[in-house]
């Protein structure tokens, strides 16, 4: 069993950044691969950002590339994803998950949840 708790959203202007943290505990965190994904009102869960479990392999979704970084530190079992140039299209419930193997975009593959932490932008 793994659990993951979110923590860093909040309230942020248009070009501004933010960095939302997910702590891991319980077993073997750093044997799984994680993802960040999120979830806007009234839409489907979406994928954002995928990290092998070492950190050397990462992945994007084309709407956050280039915008968003995600990396990991297994020694304190934290997830991180570091979102700049924020746009209001941005606004979402960001949730944080592990996975033991499947396709990394699917939130089906993923065994593991946190419950999220809200962001918005404002424009």
């Known amino acids: 069993q793994v659990q993951l708790v979110e923590s860093g959203g909040g309230l942020m202007q248009a070009g501004g950044s933010l960095k939302l943290s997910c702590a891991a505990s319980g077993h073997n965190f750093d044997t799984y691969s994680a993802g960040w994904f999120r979830q806007a009102l009234g839409k489907e869960r979406e994928f954002v950002a995928f990290?092998?479990?070492?950190?050397?392999?990462?992945r994007y979704a084309t709407s956050v590339k280039d915008r968003f970084t995600i990396s990991r530190d297994n020694s304190e079992n934290t997830l991180y994803l570091q979102m700049d140039a924020l746009k209001p299209e941005d606004t979402a419930v960001y949730y944080c998950?592990?996975?033991?193997?499947?396709?990394?975009?699917?939130?089906?593959?993923?065994?593991?949840w946190g419950r999220g932490t809200p962001v918005t932008v404002s424009s």
């Open positions: 998950a592990a996975r033991s193997s499947g396709n990394y975009i699917s939130a089906r593959t993923y065994e593991y």
């Open positions: 990290i092998n479990w070492s950190g050397d392999d990462t």
